[in-house]
């Protein structure tokens, strides 16, 4: 089986990098969750960003102020936008999103047809990051919307993991923690192969980003083994995220 290396030598040492499957950002906003994604993707050649919201040339812009002294890899991540399906059904106005005209985005497929047919033309052995879970989940009825069902995303999900397997792809999304409630969390970290958590501790001296692995299949074995319990985490302007103390069960 394939690994898919992230760029932080202190998890892609212990195995080879992760193994082909979905994994579950679920971060704090700011704490690196997205960071995390996008230094995988400055280290893979065949990288995909799936946006929700943003039109390719905005996220283009975006990508070139996280990492502001490693731009290169930027150009060569190929961008799959949803922007004009996530809004044809809000009360944003269709000139905010695209020049195109209104009908065209009024006809438009919906969300989780349109991530079906591009998993379906993705070519194999892919990295991928969709931008974000969060956007997905405020579209069903737990955020009184209809435009997806809670048991479509679901199967989604988990249809989506077996295609990941099948084909070796290695999927990330994003989810921003606190926006679920724990039972619908729990529903959608049972569907992935693992889930990586970031969040913010607050001390009296100074504020960090800390990150923890709730499950990860095939490597977190090998991570207990070494009794790592958390990994303080910072991020460098050409590097991306890194990994900057261990913290370990004595």
Do not use: C
């Not at 193994?19 to 280290?43: C, H, Q, R, W, Y």
């Not at 923890?212 to 590097?239: A, M, N, T, V």
């Amino acid at each position: 089986m394939s690994r898919f290396r992230t760029g932080i030598p202190v998890l892609d040492n212990v195995s080879g990098g992760l193994p082909p499957g979905i994994v579950i950002l679920s971060e704090d906003v700011g704490a690196g969750g997205k960071e995390f994604a996008l230094t995988s993707m400055m280290n893979y050649p065949k990288a995909h960003y799936v946006t929700l919201t943003e039109t390719p040339d905005e996220l283009l812009r975006y990508l070139e102020l996280y990492f502001p002294k490693n731009r290169e890899w930027v150009d060569k991540i190929k961008i799959f936008s949803l922007s004009k399906e996530f809004f044809a059904k809000t009360i944003i106005p269709f000139t905010w999103i695209s020049e195109e005209a209104s009908l065209s985005l009024m006809k438009s497929e919906s969300i989780l047809e349109k991530l079906v047919e591009f998993f379906n033309e993705t070519e194999d052995g892919s990295l991928i990051f969709v931008d974000s879970l969060t956007d997905l989940v405020r579209k069903t009825e737990v955020f009184g919307r209809r435009e997806i069902e809670w048991e479509d995303l679901i199967d989604f999900l988990i249809g989506l993991r077996k295609l990941a397997m099948n084909r070796n792809l290695l999927v990330y999304l994003s989810l921003t923690r606190g926006v679920l409630d724990e039972r619908r969390a729990e529903e959608i970290y049972y569907t992935a192969n693992g889930v990586l958590v970031f969040e913010w501790i607050i001390e009296r001296e100074r504020v960090r980003r800390m990150m923890h692995i709730r499950k990860l299949l095939g490597i977190l074995p090998f991570l207990e083994k070494q009794k790592i319990q958390r990994y303080e985490i910072s991020i460098d302007p050409e590097q991306g995220l890194v990994v900057s103390k261990l913290e370990r069960i004595i």
